[in-house]
T-cell receptor
Framework: GAVVSQHPSWVICKSGTSVKIECRSL??????MFWYRQFPKQSLMLMAT?????????EQGVEKDKFLINHASLTLSTLTVTSAHPEDSSFYIC????????????FGPGTRLTVL | AQKVTQAQTEISVVEKEDVTLDCVYE???????LFWYKQPPSGELVFLIR??????QNEISGRYSWNFQKSTSSFNFTITASQVVDSAVYFC???????????FGTGTRLKVLA
């Protein structure tokens, strides 16, 4: 149990376009979902926390207008990178926290974004 | 401030050697959680262990063992008789009960040579 999927697993896009990444909890309801970004050979950095039905909370230094997060249901959160640029190329990982579970996040497999 | 330090950036060992990955954390919370994850080249994080702050018992799972010491704020991970398949980046993370956020260390890249 506690499986989280991400789609797509990789995406290549042109500079200036927008890209949407989906994060789904497949067999549980997630009160909270988290989005991380990982640059090559670096650690995971939390970008934002999203709760179902409310606005996401962004970490300091993360542009909320550039990284749009929508958590429309207890099983789906989306991250849209708007007007992507090459410096947005990264590995994006989502995680989900299960309802009534103590502090444990279940991680998706990640989405590799390359902006040309 | 909350922080996780993994001082070892990269470790190389020869197969069958034992290796210990260090993790030191900082937090003022009395209730917190510690985790270890493995990240192979595919990128997907593999959960290894979770420990809460009230459970200082050491844990052994096959070739893996963990030593949690609150007195030194450390949560070290030992792989016994390492194998090539253990080659990966290993992350230690700290989770707090309030925000449910995780703070990751910078990771230790382990290379096990045949």
């Amino acid at each position: 149990g506690a499986v989280v999927s991400q789609h797509p697993s990789w995406v290549i896009c042109k500079s200036g376009t927008s890209v949407k990444i989906e994060c789904r909890s497949l067999d549980f309801q997630a009160t909270t979902m988290f989005w991380y970004r990982q640059f090559p050979k670096q650690s995971l950095m939390l970008m934002a926390t999203s709760n179902e039905g409310s606005k996401a909370t962004y970490e300091q230094g993360v542009e909320k207008d550039k990284f749009l997060i929508n958590h429309a249901s207890l099983t789906l959160s989306t991250l849209t990178v708007t007007s992507a640029h090459p410096e947005d190329s990264s590995f994006y990982i989502c995680s989900a926290r299960r309802l009534a579970a103590y502090n444990e996040q279940f991680f998706g497999p990640g989405t590799r974004l390359t902006v040309l | 401030a909350q922080k996780v330090t993994q001082a070892q950036t990269e470790i190389s060992v020869v197969e069958k050697e034992d290796v210990t990955l260090d993790c030191v954390y900082e937090t003022r919370d009395t209730t917190y959680y510690l985790f270890w994850y493995k990240q192979p080249p595919s990128g997907e994080l593999v959960f290894l262990i979770r420990r809460n702050s009230f459970d200082e018992q050491n844990e052994i799972s096959g070739r893996y063992s963990w030593n949690f010491q609150k007195s030194t704020s450390s949560f070290n991970f030992t792989i016994t008789a390492s194998q090539v398949v253990d080659s990966a980046v290993y992350f230690c993370a700290l989770g707090t009960s309030g925000t449910y956020k995780y703070i990751f260390g910078t990771g230790t890249r382990l290379k096990v040579l045949a």
